[in-house]
Structure formats: C-alpha cells, structure tokens
C-alpha cells in the first residue's frame, strides 16, 4: 500500500508501485489539506467580492465573463465535457494509470481546491485497474494536458469510456456495477482535473524507465559486440576518462570492465591497432547518454512532487493566485532533449550491428557459414537503419514550436504532449535496434568459439540461447527479432 502524502515521490518509487501492483490511499496529511482548501474556498466564495478565473469565470478568452453563483457547479461539469476533444491512437494502460496516480498526487497538497470524494474517486480507479479511455493528440501542453486529462476525468462525471478487465465499457456501466454516483463537481474543480501537466508526466516517467533499463542494457549489448568483434579493452581504462571526468563517461568505462572480466577474448593479442569508433568511443556516447537521463529523471521528478493546475489556492495566506504552473516548458524540452540521447544509444548500436556483418576480423560476412547462398543477417541491419533514420525524423523538437490559441490569451504553448508523445516511440524503437544488435552479436561470439566471453556475459548468452537459436542457414529472423525484444525487456 502506498500512502500519498507531501513526501518525496521518487521514479524509483513509481516503479514499484505499478511493478507490484500497490494499492493507494491517501494520508491523514493529504486528507487534511484536500479538506481545509475546499472549505476555504467554498467560504471565500462567500465574500469573495471580485472575479476569479476559472472558478466565478469562463475559460481561457473567456475569462472576462462573470457566472453566476447558482451556474458554478454546471460551468465545471461543462468545463470537462467540452474539452474532451482527443483524436488519435489510444495512450496504452500503463501511462493512463501513472496519470492516474500523478493526478492524485498533485491533487493531495491542498492547493488545488477538489473535494475529497473527488480524489478518492481517482484513486478507486487506480486501486481497481479501471482506466480511463485517452487519447494522443489534443494536448498543447500549456494550460495543462486540457483534452487528454479531460478524457481521463470523464468517468468521474459519469461519462466517457474506459478499460475494465480487459474490456472497453462505458463508465456509467461500470459505475453502476460498483455503486458509485457520479461526482457533482464544485467550484474551480474541473479546471483543477484539466489544468495540469500528469499526460506529459506519465509519459515522461514512462520512458525514463524505460530508457534507464535500456541504457543497462546497451552497455552489455554493447559490451557483447566488442568482445565479438575481437576489440581493444584500452579504451575502457580509467586513466583516460580521468582527464575528461564526465560522470557518464567515468561510469561507462568502469561498467565495461566490470562486464568484461574474465574473458578470454578481449585478453588475447590484438593485430589491429584501433577500433571504430562505435567501439572506440562507446564510453563517451554511452556516458553521455547517461548524464541526460540522470538529468531529465531530477526534472520529471521535481514535477511530479508538485501542484501543476491554476488558479493555486492558499488557504493560511487567505490568496488565489492566478498564474502558470500549468505550463509544460520545463519538462518540454527535456523531453525532447531524452529523445535526442536516446536516438543516439540506437544510432551508435546500429553501426556496431553493421561492423559486426562486415565480414572484418575472421568473421564471415553476414554472419552466416556459407554467404551468397544464404543472406544471412543482411536484413536486420537494414531495420536498425530504417529505425535508427525514423528516429531522426522524430528527433526534431516540439517544444521549439507554438501555435497561439483561445483568441491569443494562451499566446505561447510548450507542445510538450507532442514530445512526450513521440519521446515513448523513440524509446520503443532504441529497445528494437538494441535487440538486434544483440541478435547479431551472440550469432558472431559463437563464431569464437572455442574462446569465451566473460562469466557475466556467457551466462546471459546462454539465457538468449534458450529463446534465440544459432543461425547456421537462412531462417524466417522476424519471430527471433520479436523474440530478442522481448528478452532485454528483463533486467539483468
């Protein structure tokens, strides 16, 4: 059980909620805080004496028109109806349930003005896996995620769809079977379900997640394709990494000879005085990789410990402060920078995918006993390159463009949805080129044989060897690529 609470809330702490399937609740703390704001504000509405946007106003261009008290309820219940406005593929399970537990979370400081029943509504939804039906496209990240997070929201008021045990219901069925009534929402209570940056969040932790297990994963990978290759060890040694002392850098090579120790290959004399740089410079592409995602990790999780909707309330000041913490610039661009280190690991994979098949080094061309008659792994290089040149497409940044909207009041937007959007397909197709880079470099490490790896790496060779035969002719590869994906979506 998780209890949400003003506590530090780690990505590391994310990934074991959702790995072991934890319940959530809220704290006496978060309890106190969601209480005391919405008291405060059904007070002030009182005696409140002047507009305040979004919770005695319109929307966006709207904000100058004045509602009355007796329509509050009904403009937010209007408020989540309207901008469920999504289009385009569905966002899978996973991220809706982080959005899910993000909402809760920055819901629970007491600052944003929802009810009680509101919040633990959402996290009903959690606890029971019945997750709302959201889509991709909608999202301008800037007055928070407004289309995706209305959709996620939807099932609250009764509305929309959503996935329960394997099935797409309308909510309204599945509310019935649980006995829950729609939630009748309360002053500036859509605006805080709506404004906020939990689509671009969930996406985010997603594929940081993801792309630290991949980064694991490449220096192994990667480590497998030297040994393979018959390369040259020196470039691992501390020594160089001590004159350009990135932390990325230092760790790689320290990592590879860890990897490497005890093999037999990478001690046996060299006849060749370099290596490519694929080889050569692995510390520093790798290194550099993981100094980003360190980065955009202390980004995302100083966001999700955050209240990201607007107008903030603060009920000991007695203040409803109108401004912009909804705004997706500050985890935008590192989203789009993650895209771009993580294009790279699949990049500089590719290309040791490509020396391995070169026919160098007492290899065969094309990893295959008898070339010409058999193709060989020709092919799956070709789909790394289609992949890695896809990736360069999806590299280019959405958060260095904007597109004013609601008659020019939201004048500058993040379009942090679109990074985070094409940021999970980046991530999706680095683990797709890491797999065959991994297909190839085990099919070329037994053409080495008598000579062996390390102990660390012969182990998890002989682990793939029970999902990925030898390839001694030609094969339909496709089921073998799909079943090198899925090996390295286990951690070793």
Known sequence: MHSISKDHLSLERVKEIIHKKEKLELSQEAVQAIVKCREYLDRKMDDIGRPVYGVTTGFGS?????????????????????????????????????????????????????????????????????????????????????????????????????????????????????????????????????????????????????????SRWADIIGAMSLDAYDGRIEPFLPLTHQLRPHQGQITTAARFMEILEGSELIRRPKEHVQDPYSFRCIPQVHGAVKDNINYVKSVIENEINSATDNPNIFPDEDMVISAGNFHGEPIAIPMDSLAIAMSELASISERRTYQLIHGLRGLPKYLVTEPGLNSGFMIPQYTAASIVSQNK?????????????????????????????????????????????????????????????????????????????????????????????EFIRNDY
């Open 62 to 214: 709207l904000y100058n028109v004045t509602i009355p008290k007796e329509d509050l309820s009904q403009l937010q219940h209007n408020l989540v109806m309207s901008h469920a406005c999504g289009a385009g593929e569905k966002v899978r399970p996973e991220i809706v349930k982080l959005m899910l537990l993000l909402k809760a979370q920055s819901l629970s400081y007491g600052h944003s003005g929802a009810q009680l029943i509101t919040v633990q509504r959402l996290i009903d939804m959690f606890n029971e896996d019945i997750l709302p039906i959201v889509y991709q496209q909608g999202s301008l990240g800037a007055s928070g995620d407004l289309a995706p997070l209305a959709h996620m929201v939807l099932p609250l008021i009764g509305l929309g769809e959503v996935l329960y045990k394997g099935e797409v219901r309308p909510s309204a069925d599945v509310w019935k079977e649980k006995g829950w009534e729609p939630i009748r929402l309360q002053s500036k209570e859509g605006l805080a379900l709506l404004n906020g940056t939990q689509f671009m969040s969930a996406h985010a932790i997603w594929s940081i997640l993801k792309s630290m297990r991949l």
């Open 393 to 485: 497409g999806l590299c280019w940044p959405a958060s260095c463009d904007s597109i004013p909207s609601s008659q020019g009041q939201e004048d500058h937007v993040s379009m942090g949805s679109n990074a985070a959007t094409k940021l999970v397909r980046i991530v999706d197709n680095v683990e797709t080129v890491l797999a065959i880079e991994l297909f190839n470099a085990a099919q070329a490490l037994d053409f080495r044989r008598p000579l062996r790896t390390s102990p660390l790496l012969e182990n998890i060779l002989a682990d793939y060897r029970k999902q990925v035969p030898f390839i001694g002719t030609d094969t339909y590869m496709h089921p073998l690529i799909e079943k090198s994906i």
